[in-house]
């Protein structure tokens, strides 16, 4: 379905994703795996969706971008480095199937600190507001028709996937509206940095 954007002339709109990005060696591993489900149930999705743990996803104008950067860079300073252990398959019924991550709470909470920090800046409008991703997965395919997912989960459902990796930084992606390759925009490392708001009160008391 074509996202429809009221824009403002002028003023370019991206999508952007805030992600967890895998070693090489295992988002080569991972893409075995999608290329598989591709060969068997035809579903171009697994080759498409890249093999990460998305954060968030939110549409904004260009202009947000670089006071977006400079929150997340602030979040990311004050937050440390993660292992994401996976474990086997789940499934969104009746649409996805997915690698599991085994251990959620560091990651929801890094999500929940992004979403209180960023939400105002990230909102386009009121129809196109950002989504913060609370279960942490890596998408093998999604979109599937009825017969894709019962056939894939049937199988996927048995089978078994292991791996893990550490998670020292985060990556904003971004692409024009519409369009299918998304950019790097910034890596954000995980520097685990003690990081004090000071309050107006403590400024001029």
């Keep these: 379905m074509e996202t429809i954007i009221n824009s403002i002339p002028g003023y370019k709109v991206f999508e952007y994703q805030l992600v967890l990005n895998p070693h090489e060696e295992l988002r080569n591993k991972i893409m075995q795996t999608k290329q598989h489900f591709f060969d068997t149930y035809q579903a171009s999705a697994a080759l498409y969706n890249k093999p990460f743990v998305c954060l968030a996803h939110f549409i904004q104008y260009g202009l947000f971008e670089e006071r977006i950067i400079n929150r997340l860079q602030a979040i990311a300073m004050g937050f440390h480095p993660v292992k ?38 990230m909102k386009l409008d009121a129809d196109h507001k950002p989504h913060f991703m609370l279960e942490p997965h890596i998408t093998v395919a999604r979109k599937l028709l009825p017969w894709q997912y019962e056939k894939g989960w049937l199988e996927y459902s048995h089978k078994h996937f292991t791996a893990s990796f550490i998670a020292d930084a985060m990556l904003l992606l971004k692409r024009p509206v519409g ?19 000071i309050s107006q009160g403590e400024l001029f008391g």
């Design 84 to 121: 994401i252990p996976l474990k086997d398959f789940g499934s969104f019924p009746s649409h996805t199937i997915y690698i599991n991550v085994t251990a959620k709470l560091p990651i929801q909470s890094l999500v929940k600190q992004v979403r209180a920090e960023t939400q105002k800046l």
């Design 179 to 197: 369009e299918k390759n998304y950019q790097v925009v910034q890596r954000f490392e995980f520097q685990n940095l003690l990081i004090k708001t």
